[in-house]
């Protein structure tokens, strides 16, 4: 019999905000071509169609400002809503055997479903509260926290991309390690491989006697790319024929554009805001050196984009970083926080071609063997039937 799936994310591209909605997108396309029958429930932006099929995938939408939301908390309650009657509507015709939510936006519904349907949930938990904020300081910060521990209680199993983050999720919920399952993020390699850099393409960022130095992520705290940019400043003392480019965008966006105006290096400093993925990719192979200083990461996909594209990177020795990268062998890790190391390692880099280019070569092949979307979808399916395998053998227990 055919497996059928319903994945509950509030990101799903178009709208996409973080590696999320990217990780759901690749899951799902590849567990349909692993034969899984996968249905995603996301949110409807404007432009968005509230149903279509992508890549085999049947995606639904709803809309996330039916309601009247108070806070932030509340216009999540409030999609989880519609999900949950919309789910009900489709459950007719297509009979879902598990659901899967990712995070905790996406957990009340899940829940709900779990115990309506009688259906056992997964759940990824791609980062957590307590994690991205250094502890629990808020109200608000409390009631998300709250509702990532209901739901690694409520599921079955829990997926998370690094070991790392199965310690953490252990430690910050309580979590019994036996029912946590690591299985790494992955990238699309070939669509990697497909994007041709146009001619004259370098020429829009750097003059050709300038090395590019790439930052990617969003524009936030955990990110670092305040460090990248106080790195940098340093760097152009040593060679001024040196351009940082910072593509992404977030709540530090300003901050950083004052910082370099404030240091007379805004002229050095492009800054790209949010790219679509073709730019992205040719970005990272007319660049010379990626720095990616997290101070929190639960995995890092931008850093497997930049090690598939061709490019060596410096990271931090945090969280995903530190698993995914072999220190000098197909990356460079430095201690979080430590603007002189990094500075220090790019000038390393920089200045020599010959063991950059071998660091890029070893990270690409990294990729290859262990990263690739239909391993994880392979490794995630069966998740799911052993998932099943239980729950046929288990007298579901309703306290209604």
């Not at 055919?2 to 396309?29: A, D, K, N, Q």
């Not at 290096?265 to 050196?289: A, Q």
């Not at 460079?332 to 890029?360: F, Q």
């Amino acid at each position: 019999m055919v497996m059928r799936v319903l994945h509950l994310s509030w990101e799903y591209p178009p709208h996409m905000v973080g590696g999320l909605g990217r990780h759901v997108y690749h899951i799902t396309r590849h567990l349909v071509m692993d034969g899984v029958d996968t249905t995603v429930m996301s949110i409807a932006l404007p432009g968005a169609s509230s149903s279509e099929e992508i890549e085999g995938v049947h995606v639904r939408r709803v809309d996330p400002f039916r309601f009247r939301s108070t806070s932030f908390i509340t216009w999540v309650l409030n999609f989880n809503e519609e999900m949950i009657e919309e789910a009900l509507r489709l459950y007719d015709e297509w009979r879902f055997d598990l659901i899967h939510v990712h995070d905790w936006l996406t957990g009340p519904a899940g829940i709900a479903l779990k115990h309506l349907l009688h259906k056992p949930l997964i759940a990824t938990i791609h980062a957590t509260e307590a994690g991205r904020r250094g502890g629990i300081h808020n109200e608000e910060q409390f009631v998300i926290h709250s509702w990532e521990w209901r739901t690694t209680y409520e599921a079955w199993k829990i997926i998370v991309c690094s070991n790392y983050m199965l310690n953490e999720v252990s430690a910050v919920h309580g979590v019994p390690k036996d029912k946590l399952v690591m299985i790494p993020n992955g990238i699309d390699v070939s669509y990697i491989d497909s994007v041709k850099v146009r001619p004259g393409f370098r020429d829009l960022y750097a003059m050709p006697s300038e090395k590019i130095i790439v930052f990617v992520g969003r524009l936030v705290h955990e990110k670092g790319p305040d460090l990248v940019l106080a790195a940098f400043k340093e760097l152009l003392k040593w060679d001024w024929n040196l351009k940082l480019l910072v593509v992404g965008d977030g709540p530090m966006r300003e901050y950083l554009m004052g910082l370099a105006h404030d240091w007379g290096i805004w002229n050095k400093v492009y800054f790209t805001g949010r790219v679509d993925d073709e730019t992205l990719y040719s970005i990272l192979k007319v660049s010379d050196l990626a720095i990616l200083p997290s101070r929190y990461e639960p995995f890092g996909i931008t850093i497997l984009e930049a090690m598939a594209a061709g490019l060596a990177v410096i990271t931090t020795r945090v969280g995903g970083p530190d698993e995914i990268v072999r220190d000098w062998y197909n990356g460079v890790k430095v201690s979080p926080n430590n603007v002189d190391e990094l500075i220090n390692v790019a000038k390393v880099l920089l200045s020599n071609d010959e063991l950059r280019r071998s660091i890029a070569w070893n990270a690409r092949d990294s990729v290859l063997r262990w990263y690739t979307w239909d391993r994880i979808a392979r490794w995630t399916k069966k998740v799911y039937q052993d998932v099943l395998e239980e729950y046929e053998g288990t007298k579901w227990v309703s306290l209604w």
